[in-house]
Nanobody
Framework: QEQLVESGGGLVQPGGSLRLSCVAS????????MYWYRQAPGKQREYVAT???????NVADSVKGRFTISRDNAKNTLYLQMNSLKPEDTAVYYC??????WGKGTLVTVSS
């Protein structure tokens, strides 16, 4: 059974940085696209970024220039480097693989 486990969340001050990791229980080289999403309190889950083995990378406009998605298939791990964090980035961050495999999320809180 495919499983994803996110980590790296925590409390950070505005302007700070965090790197999230998402470790898969399967060989990620066999899955073209992997994704990050986030869900802020009281809001719907929203798309953050895509990384595909084909070389396709996309980042939502709301985080473009601040967040970078990357991947290490040798470690079966997807990353999200988050810089210049803002209070509105506060959310639970989820990774997704394929159509229906989701992790349980990691909480990021940006606050002074």
């Amino acid at each position: 059974q495919e499983q994803l486990v996110e980590s790296g969340g925590g409390l950070v001050q505005p302007g700070g940085s965090l790197r999230l990791s998402c470790v898969a229980s399967v060989d990620t080289s066999r899955h073209n696209a992997m994704y990050w999403y986030r869900q802020a309190p009281g809001k719907q889950r929203e798309y953050v970024a895509t990384h595909a083995n084909s070389g396709y990378i996309n980042v939502a406009d709301s985080v473009k220039g601040r967040f970078t998605i990357s991947r290490d298939n040798a470690k079966n791990t997807l990353y999200l480097q988050m810089n210049s964090l803002k209070p509105e980035d506060t959310a639970v961050y989820y990774c997704r693989m394929g159509i229906s495999t989701w992790g349980k999320g990691t909480l990021v809180t940006v606050s002074s």
